[in-house]
């Protein structure tokens, strides 16, 4: 199996910035995609950035040059830059990623999610 586990989160005031990590651990082969996914209360779970293997981005519109998405492959890892944070921004943000274990299966995983509070 292979758990995500994600840190960083916490209350920060408009403007400011948090780093948002998450860590991959377990029976890995190989990680393929990793993504970074936001859930607002009252609202559908969005994806926020993502990243291939080989460092190829994508942004949602609402964080195109706020957010920066970045995955040290050596560590299992991947990053959330977030700056200029707004109060939209508010939300549990999720690590999301897939990967190959050493038994050979494919799999989506996901971790359990770290706050991230925005006050105006």
């Known amino acids: 199996q292979v758990q995500l586990v994600e840190s960083g989160g916490g209350l920060v005031q408009a403007g400011g910035s948090l780093r948002l990590s998450c860590v991959a651990s377990g029976s890995i082969f190989r990680i393929a995609d990793m993504a970074w996914n936001r859930q607002a209360p009252g609202k559908q779970r969005e994806l926020v950035a993502s990243i291939s293997s080989g460092g190829s981005t994508n942004y949602a519109d609402s964080v195109k040059g706020r957010f920066t998405i970045s995955r040290d492959n050596a560590r299992n890892t991947v990053y959330l830059q977030m700056n200029s944070l707004k109060s939209e921004d508010t939300a549990v943000y999720y690590c999301?990623?897939?990967?190959?274990?050493?038994?050979?299966?494919?799999?989506?995983?996901w971790g359990r999610g770290t706050q991230v509070t925005v006050s105006s």
């Open positions: 999301n990623a897939g990967a190959l274990t050493t038994g050979a299966k494919w799999g989506d995983y």
